[in-house]
């Protein structure tokens, strides 16, 4: 069993920053790559952010320069640092994570719930 849960969304003004975390528990052996997915209403889903287990990133352009994905390994959890937040920004967020559970097994990719960030104008 591996869970993914993501948390810190919320309601915030224009111009505001959240900072989202996404935890991955249970059966786990590592866990590689991980990144930030969003869907508006509408809307397809869309990349936000992905980083390696070395620290390699990827931004969307939307969001490049406001918004920064960090991971702590020991903790298999990866943030999203959101600032000089936008309406456009205003989506479900998912948390996404390429997950081992064993010694040479293959990587699983996983998704969370979603939390929900909403900017007002």
């Known amino acids: 069993q591996v869970q993914l849960v993501e948390s810190g969304g919320g309601l915030v003004q224009a111009g505001g920053s959240l900072r989202l975390s996404c935890a991955a528990s249970?059966?786990?052996?590592?866990?590689?790559?991980m990144g930030w997915y969003r869907q508006a209403p509408g809307k397809q889903r869309e990349l936000v952010a992905h980083i390696t287990t070395d620290g390699k990133t990827n931004y969307a352009d939307s969001v490049k320069g406001r918004f920064s994905i960090s991971r702590d390994n020991a903790k298999n959890t990866v943030y999203l640092q959101m600032s000089s937040l936008k309406p456009e920004d205003t989506a479900v967020y998912y948390c996404?994570?390429?997950?081992?559970?064993?010694?040479?097994?293959?990587?699983?990719?996983?998704w969370g719930q979603g939390t929900q960030v909403t900017v007002s104008s």
């Open positions: 249970g059966s786990i052996f590592s866990v590689n790559r």
């Open positions: 996404n994570a390429d997950v081992s559970r064993d010694r040479g097994a293959l990587f699983y990719n996983y």
